[in-house]
């Protein structure tokens, strides 16, 4: 897991496809393909679904599936407590409702206290069939993404 940007320590071809074109072209050209949730990608299952067009298209394109690491952007909210969890997921599940949204972007964040997230964030990234996550801090200031870093070292 990562949190923010993750540095691979040498020069790395990073693609963020958005079609099943720019999957085709990432596959024969990335070192890195990034995924995310959107309203084309709603869920852990449909972004199972993408990253199974992606080792398709990796296959098509003759490379090897280890050759290509495919990770998750994942927004991710801590809490102190289960209580607050809740209560922030039913915060952004209310956002979500009163913005109007054809999908609902609270049902693909995790919400969750530290002692939890790198369980939770691994049961996505296993469901969803990708090697890794990088979490992007939805609130708690500048301190949060060094307490993520320190839970997920």
């Known amino acids: 897991m990562h949190v923010g940007a993750p540095a691979y320590g040498v020069r790395t071809v990073e693609a963020r496809p958005g079609s099943e074109s720019a999957i085709a072209v990432a596959a024969r050209t990335a070192d890195v393909i990034r995924l995310g949730f959107s309203v084309a990608v ?3 299952g449909a972004l199972a679904r993408v ?62 206290t530290a002692d939890r997230l790198v369980a939770e964030v691994g049961e996505v990234a296993r469901r969803a069939g ?17 307490e993520l870093r320190a839970l997920v070292a």
């Open 130 to 146: 990708v090697d890794g996550v990088v979490l992007h801090p939805l609130a708690g200031g500048p301190t949060v993404e060094d």
């Open 42 to 44: 709603p869920s852990v």
């Open 51 to 112: 990253t199974a067009l992606v080792e398709d298209a990796l296959a098509e394109a003759g490379r090897d599936r280890s050759e290509v690491r495919v990770l998750l952007d994942l927004e991710v909210v801590l809490a102190g407590d289960e209580r607050t969890a809740r209560r922030k997921r039913s915060h952004l599940e209310y956002l979500d409702a009163l913005a109007g949204l054809s999908w609902a972007p609270a049902g693909t964040r995790v919400v969750t």
